[in-house]
């Protein structure tokens, strides 16, 4: 396969998934926001911004983080590469370019949501509700993800789409998990507290894990318990172990496919075997920020890895 | 019921495929007839005759019916782009008409000998001026037009393709004016496109009317990419061992075309390239794949010259592939249509074809070219000058209409304003008469109404020289009008070859 193919394949998926989380992101976010903290609402929006590495641009462009703007610059912002406008528009201009090796199913499901976001941009914004457009998306991203499971091939294309997909949702499940990190840090005696569960309830309602949640654990919710359902539980369909699971698994159908190994198998077994290794207790020993922060850039590692065996036409 | 009828107006047609737009007011100029495809007289010509109770028997409803399916067809299929690179929105959708137009197997057969004669000359034409240059030295062709013009490279001189094609696929674009005038208006040697067309047009044709391919025996034309994918690796270098790897470089989705090349990558199992998928290491040029570097031996280039190399034409270009040159020069990739190959296609060495078929193959030309004064001679240009109110004077090197002069639609002013331009630089121009083109019955608000047309058909030229029976017919679908061009109201039809 083409890799310039295989590329646009993989990142339809990570933009997909990408708009997924920035939805799901603003949801968090209005979420936290309504509840009274410390330091109003205000800096529950700059910690999840914080979170997303978005908010230095957010900053430069719109100063006041008031919830308006979030909402813009989240959604809307074609300047910003992460807006859930601009990653649909880049996985349907993908798909536009590797529309020969897609399903009809496929296609309509990215250009569906393209026509459509184009006509809630025509939209008057004060009829947009938050809620709406965050639904809007996350319903998109999983007609998406429907249609290429039932209707696709499962050849290397399918692994590359679904290379995309773990590697983003990974690195999603660790930021949003990190959202938590950054509303904490100015005071540490909320540990344990009322808040603090409400804010860790939020975050799984956010992941639409709740439930599942209650049906994996039961009982109170407590932080070891969400570390553990996120991070460690093959179980939880966002769990750093089950994306691991997912890009071991199709990096592994890749070198089956291709009758060789490159560094990403290599990376990818050492990524799992960390996730794996890790207790819950180790984890808040390192400390979660800590732990997460060097999940994002060990799969980053993995990324490029990827990148230069496979997408950039360069492997030897 | 629908109505057919011919009908007759007297109206002074041009040539050009982008000329004139409305029926000429009949001032000046030689009234002709124009010539009914379907019709003589109230007789229907024999290779419509099934399609006359078709078409009487077909109900309003279910034509309204049958043409929204089409439309919402293409749509599906998502064929939308403007053919011959006229521009405009690469999302439009070219209208198609149902009337199909029909050859007999008789006309075809002539029409055939006469662009495969064509493609035979220009092919040869293109190797003698890369080399010897024979026909200038015979005095043939006036060496300026051709190693003056702005389509020949220097940088292949002396280089001769594989298999000696430089022309892989040649368009040739052909107007018809009585039941044996054939005229040829131009020819494409580059990368003539709008073959999608041919092929969806059938497609939806026979999805939709079955019973007319069951009562007419029509030749079929979808075997057009496998001959396609044959011609081209048939040209594969010397250096290649093995089945050969065809590649189509396409300039990438922006372009209006794309649909046609991912099209026909899709139908010959081939990659579908962009420039930046490719590279050169050492005597080859290799594609990126998941699997590591690939050899390509054969690129069915998309793109124009200019945009090939950097390092050897335009170094601005971010479309092309530093290096390719070289490579090509070498013999490790071929490049169809091979680099230089315009200079067959131009409008001031078009007027010599029929004298490289003479010179190269010592035949007669079977397909007439429209009669063309050169301005720069001086006898020609006196008669330009007599006959201004008559004849379409173009531009050599202009396309898309303008700078040029359509007489029998010009008020005297226009007219004696252009005279002086042309006499400040005669050898700019060429002349031609204004032609009666054929019609083809077509279907309109009102019933179905005769429409002009013009015909491309996409001659392969390999290893062997072959040719799919049928091509791509435009039509103008306004009352009256010549133009063809899909940006100004033109469609698309269906075209037929009977088998005999």
Known sequence: MLSRTASNLYWIARYMERADTVARLLEVGSRISLLPSAQGYRSDWDSLLQATGMAHAFAQKYGQTVQRNIESFLFFDRDNPSSVASCITAARENGRIVRTALTTQVWDALNTAFQELRQLEREERSKLELSRLTDWTMRHAAMLRGAIDATLLRDDGFNFLNIGYYLERGDNTARLMDVKYYVLLPRVDYVGSGLDNYQWTTLLRAMGAQRAFHWAYGGEVTAMKIADFLIRNPQSPRSLATCTAGLMNHLGRLAKAYGRETEAQEKVRTLAAGIEAATVDAIFDEGLHEFLTRYIAEAATLANAIHASYLSGEMR | ?500
């Open chain 2, 1 to 500: 019921m629908v109505m057919l009828r011919a009908v007759r107006r007297s109206e002074t047609l041009c040539a050009g495929p982008s000329v004139c737009s409305s029926r000429a007011k009949g001032s000046a100029g030689a009234a002709v007839a124009q010539f009914n495809e379907m019709f003589q007289g109230t007789d229907v010509r024999i290779p419509y005759a099934r399609l006359q109770d078709w078409v009487a028997t077909m109900p309003q409803e279910l034509r309204s019916l049958k043409q929204a399916e089409a439309e919402a067809l293409f749509r599906r299929i998502g064929i939308t782009f403007a053919v011959y690179g006229e521009g405009g929105d690469p999302d439009r959708l070219i209208p198609f008409d149902m009337f199909p137009r029909v050859f007999s197997g008789a006309e075809w057969g002539k029409l055939e000998r006469g662009i495969k004669q064509r493609a035979r000359a220009l092919n040869a034409f293109l190797v003698d001026v890369y080399g010897r240059g024979e026909i200038i030295r015979a005095g043939r062709i006036p060496a300026r037009l051709v190693y003056q013009n702005e389509a020949y490279e220097k940088a292949v001189a002396g280089f001769v393709p594989p298999k000696g094609v430089y022309s892989h696929i040649v368009g040739v674009d052909i107007v018809r004016t009585g039941p044996d005038e054939f005229y040829v208006l131009e020819d494409n040697c580059r990368t003539p496109s709008g073959v999608s067309y041919m092929l969806e047009s059938r497609e939806i044709m026979m999805r939709m009317f079955p019973d007319l391919f069951r009562e007419n025996r029509i030749e079929p034309v979808d075997n057009y990419s496998e001959k396609l994918r044959r011609t081209l690796a048939s040209v594969a270098p010397s250096k290649c061992k093995g089945e050969p790897t065809v590649v189509i470089l396409t300039p990438g989705h922006f372009n209006s075309a794309y649909y046609e090349h991912s099209l026909l990558a899709d139908l010959m199992g081939v990659e579908l390239v962009e420039g930046q998928d490719l590279f050169v290491e050492g005597e080859y040029v290799w594609m990126r794949t998941t699997e590591g570097p690939q050899r390509v031996d054969v690129i069915y280039r998309r793109i124009d010259d200019a945009f090939l190399d950097p390092l050897c034409f335009r170094p601005d270009s971010m479309l092309g592939i530093p290096g390719l040159m070289d490579v090509y020069r070498s013999g490790g990739v071929s490049i169809c249509s091979a680099p230089g190959a315009g200079v067959a296609d131009d409008k001031a060495i078009y007027t010599y074809v029929p004298d490289m078929i003479r010179f190269y193959l010592g035949e007669e030309p079977i397909l007439q070219n429209v009669p063309t004064w050169q301005c720069g001679r001086d006898e020609d240009l006196k008669h330009v000058l007599a006959n201004l109110p008559d004849l379409v004077v173009k531009e050599v090197h202009g396309s898309g209409g303008y700078g040029m002069l359509v007489g029998p639609k010009s008020s005297r002013d226009e007219i004696e304003r252009f005279r002086l331009k042309l006499a400040e630089d005669p050898s700019n121009y060429i002349a031609q008469p204004t032609l009666a083109l054929s019609t083809v019955p077509t279907f309109v608000e009102e019933g179905v109404a005769p429409r002009h047309v013009d015909l491309r058909p996409y001659c392969l030229v390999g290893e062997r020289i072959e040719l799919v029976p049928g091509g791509l017919t435009r039509v103008a679908l306004q009352e009256g009008s010549l133009v063809v061009n899909s940006s100004q109201g033109g469609g698309v039809k269906d075209t037929w070859v009977l088998a005999e």
